[in-house]
Structures are given as C-alpha cells and as structure tokens.
C-alpha cells in the first residue's frame, strides 16, 4: 500500500508540473504574437537605415579620390582590439536558446584570442551574464532585465560606449551576438559586425542613379549622425529579435515539457493500476489461505 501512495504522489506532482508547463507556453504564445509583430516592423525600419547608409557611403566612396575614408567604413583585416556584445534572456525554462548565443560567443572569443586581439565582452541577458562570470570572464559591462523588456533608449546609452571608443580608435571591431526570431518554430543565430560598416556591397552604378539629392559637403556630416543612429538602432533590433525568439523557444520547450509530463502520467498511471491489481491479487490469496488452513 506503500508503494500504491508513492505513486499516487508522482502522479499528483507530474499533474502539477503539466499544468505549470501549459500555463507557461500559453503566456509565452501570447507574448510571442507581440513580439513577431514588433520585430517585423523594426526588421523593415533597421533594413531602410541601412540601404541610406549604404547609399550615402556608397556615392562617396565613388565620387571622392582614393574612396572613402570614415573609420566606420574602412576595412581592418588586423584588429588590435575588439567589443563582443551578446544578448541572452534574463530567464531560463527556453530549451537551448541562451546556450548557443553563449557558444556562438565562445567561438568568436576563441578565434581572436588566436590571433592575440585584445577582446572585451559586454553583455546583456541574466542568463549570460551568471554564465561568464561564473567562468571568470571579465565583462567590461553587464545590463539585466534590457533583453526582457527592449527599450530604445537604454539600448542606444549602452551601444554609446562601443560607438566612441571605436570612434576614437579604442578598439576595432564591434561585435553583436543574439538568437533572433525566424519563425514559430525556428531561431536564427546572428553573429553581426555592427563597425566598421561592410562596403562590400557598395555599387558606383546604383550610386550614380541615387535619388538622394545631396550636397558634397554635406554627405559626411550626414554619415556621421546616420553611423551613431545606424549602431543605436541595430543595438535595439537585436535586443528585439532575441525576445521574439526567447518567447517562441519558450514555447517550444513548454510544449515539449507538457507533452512529456501527460506520458509520465499515463505511464505512473498504469504503473499504479498493475501494483493495485497486485495488492488485490495478493489480498485475495491471503483470505483464501486463511479460509483453507480453517477447513
């Protein structure tokens, strides 16, 4: 009868489990409807930021002798020093989605301490944070409860530092790491270099069919202001995207997790049934020896 109660209390506590799970990718599905809706029409906003700059860069570094030369756009293949900014979620309970933005870290540290780059990590995300202190890494700056809760001007204070410091030759390189929202079902990592700005793409044919109607003297001053407004917003459509995509990995896992739970039920469910039949069985045998031994 002993063994029966345990069971009866496994069940009872899976039961509890399952509806905590359900309620949880519930709340996270209506979060997450929000959150799809936000980061699209910020993904169309940060896409047109872009294309200005790249046109605007690209008309100059057509039209002015020897290209152009703004440090946020002139390529360095030997970085001295570099900012690696990651993004994770300030909660758990999401399947793997805070370990492969901290992976993803891992490996882009791994590659420039290969080639003896000074490396400074900043971080925002409790997730992440716990985890590289926790292995003793030093982080130049750490923010909590941003990734839950995206806020445009918090984003823009914190991307300022990485911004004047490349600006001032402090580092090389700006990094930003985040698991960004694909779809229902799926996250996409991104490792994006936000400076300096790529010019790969940068085309002298659709720069001199440019509708932008600008002054020489004007672009660069242009450039300026859009470069600081181009990282502040980028800051801010990762911290975005990384909570869309928490919310659905959320989902994902407590789906998961309830499915997994109403098997353990069942399961206990027919373990209780055959120790019952087997506590009745043995019941029975004992009243007819009892029985017998009397006759």
Known sequence: MANLKEIQRQIKSVSNTQKTTRAMKLVSTAKLRRAEELAKRSRLFAQKTNQVI???ASRINCSKVGGIDNRCFVQNDAPKA??????TADKGLCGGFNMQTIKAVNRLMAEYKNKNVSIRVR???KKGIEYFTFNQVELLDAVKNLSSAPDMQRAAEFMTQSVNDFNDGI???VYVVYNGYKNMITQELHVNRILPV?????????AANSVLELEAYDSEKMLDSLVAKYA??????ALIDSVAAEHSAR???????TNNAKQMVKSLTVKFNKARQEAITTELIEI???VESMK
């Open 198 to 206: 790529s010019i790969e793409e940068f085309d002298c044919d659709k």
């Open 123 to 125: 971080g925002i995300g």
């Open 171 to 173: 580092i090389d390189a």
């Open 82 to 87: 570099i900012d690696i900014i990651f993004v």
């Open 232 to 237: 502040e917003y980028n800051m801010y459509y």
């Open 54 to 56: 790249a046109e605007i």
């Open 288 to 290: 007819i020896s009892g």
């Open 251 to 257: 989902m994902q896992a407590m789906d998961a997790a």
